[in-house]
């Protein structure tokens, strides 16, 4: 559960895709801060916000954050009291926090509250009662502090902090549900599914209830709502299949500017499913939704634009998006920023930035990144040679279950690649492992090597013709 600062503070919160972005270079006008004057508690608070955040061209200047938050707490601002907290637990001075967080909840900050409470709540353990923590949430709640309520719901339910008890949990997230809480719906409907097991198919209870509160939710207008009731219409889950009632919910969903509506509406506008294929509309929506901050959409358009099928190929737009993709968290865009430089798509071939991208997505677990750092040793693509690295990196695609990387090991022993000598059994064998996960490209790749084979035959029989 993270520190929150305050309401006006730009807090840091805590699913379909096609193809390639990092945080663009912006060059936004600096502006004269010597004739920015701050002259209420709320004017020194945000010019404290800027100087911590960077935002509006302004340099990151903690001591200025600091003195400024300082003259806004000197006017009463409970929100720099909260902001100067979360800079002291960043700073790994809890008492400090404490101290912060203590003045706004005297103040009956519920914020603050909160804050105090997850300074408790990071001492508990299993099963043991932290009372502390859960007398400050329970404070907090009462305010009707949603996330306060969502962190009660946790210790309830994980029964870290306190005996599990999944009724209290259950009423705590039905509360904070109640006053719009994304958090809280998506616990309530894992719980229910987790009850039955997230497989079941059955009408069940649990079911029965899922349904019914992502409906109650979602007529009180919850863009989370909105857009998981989409997807159960869609599905069948829980619900009769409607795909033009999942639709308008998806539309819903998306006027409000959930991410993944957007994102969802994109696709299927971009691949024509239950509506008219309209590529302009799809790539207004993957826009809207990766300028809400949707990684994965960001990859879409710079994908989009480096293509140039479905709009004019535009490499310098193309690198914009991928590069706020980066910034939002896509390993797609990750990668594929990689294979710009790989490739040299729109800027000179640099193998060493590509291989430092396809590391990082590689280690975050991207297997086609794994794939690409083998060839990379495979191959001494700005590097040595270097068998034994290459091997290990398709190990670990292999140990994910790539059968893309599979198909490279296959045929490494079949005809000897990647240092490996030739075995064709061992070939075989993982040619077998790939096609019994599904592989249709492990079909092709038996067809060729047959041939192969036939071919092999047949070029010895002449050779033995001709010396007889």
């Known amino acids: 559960m993270g520190i929150r600062k305050g309401i006006l503070s730009c807090a840091v919160a805590s699913l379909m895709t096609v193809g390639f972005g990092t ?28 100087y911590e ?5 302004y340099e ?61 709540n990071s001492k508990s353990k299993q099963g043991i009662l932290n009372k502390p923590a859960i007398d400050l949430y329970s404070k907090s709640a009462k305010k009707k502090y949603s996330p306060a309520l969502v962190a009660l719901g946790d210790i309830y339910a994980s029964g870290i902090g306190a005996p599990v008890d999944y009724k209290k949990a259950e009423d705590y997230f039905i509360k904070a549900a109640d006053l719009n809480s994304d958090d809280a719906v998506n616990r309530l409907a894992l719980m229910y599914l987790l009850e039955d097991g997230l497989d079941s198919g059955d009408e069940t209870e649990n079911s029965k209830k899922t349904a019914e509160l992502i409906k109650r939710v979602a007529d009180k207008g919850n863009p989370q709502a909105l857009y998981i009731l989409s997807m159960m219409y869609e599905n069948g889950f829980h619900v009769q299949k409607d795909s033009k009632k999942s639709m308008d ?41 990766g300028m809400v901050g949707y990684g994965d959409a960001s990859n879409n358009v710079g994908m989009a634009y480096l293509k140039g099928e479905i ?11 991928l590069e706020q993709a980066i910034g939002q ?16 798509l729109g800027v000179e071939v640099d193998y060493e ?24 040793y495979e191959q001494g693509l700005g590097v040595k040679v270097d068998h034994e690295n290459a091997r290990s ?36 064998e993982w040619l077998n492992k790939a096609k019994s996960l599904g592989s249709q490209a492990a079909y092709a790749t038996e067809t060729r090597w047959k041939g192969y084979e036939r071919s092999a035959k047949a070029a010895k029989y002449a050779e033995s013709q001709k010396k007889s």
């Open 249 to 289: 919910l998806l539309r819903k969903s998306a006027d409000k500017g959930h991410p993944e509506a957007l994102f969802s509406l994109g696709y299927l506008y971009l691949m024509g499913h239950n509506v008219n294929q309209d590529n302009a509309k799809g790539l207004e929506l993957m826009k809207k939704a």
């Open 311 to 321: 709009v004019k190929q535009d490499y310098k737009e193309a690198q914009k998006w």
């Open 393 to 428: 990196w398709l190990m670990k695609a292999v140990q994910a279950n790539d059968v893309d990387a599979m198909l490279i090991l296959a045929n490494s022993y079949y005809f000897g690649g990647y240092g490996y000598a030739i075995d064709k059994e061992k070939g075989i």
């Open 23 to 50: 945080t663009a270079i912006t060059h936004a006008k600096k502006p004269n801060i010597s004739t920015e004057k701050a002259v209420t508690a709320a004017d020194y608070y945000r010019l404290g916000s800027k």
């Open 329 to 344: 968290g896509s390993v797609l865009a990750t990668h594929n920023v990689g294979l710009v430089y790989e490739k040299g």
């Open 53 to 57: 955040s960077g935002d509006d061209g």
């Open 60 to 120: 990151v200047d903690i001591s200025k954050a600091i003195e400024n938050y300082n003259s806004a707490i000197s006017l009463g601002s409970i929100d720099a009291l909260n902001a100067r907290g979360v800079l002291a637990i960043q700073d790994g001075n809890e008492e400090l926090a404490r101290k912060f967080f203590k003045m706004a909840a005297d103040k009956g900050d519920e914020i603050a509250l909160f804050n105090l409470g997850n300074i408790e």
């Open 353 to 376: 930035k590509a291989r430092k991208l396809f590391a990082i997505a590689a280690d975050i677990g991207y297997t086609p990144s794994m794939i690409k750092m083998a060839e990379i």
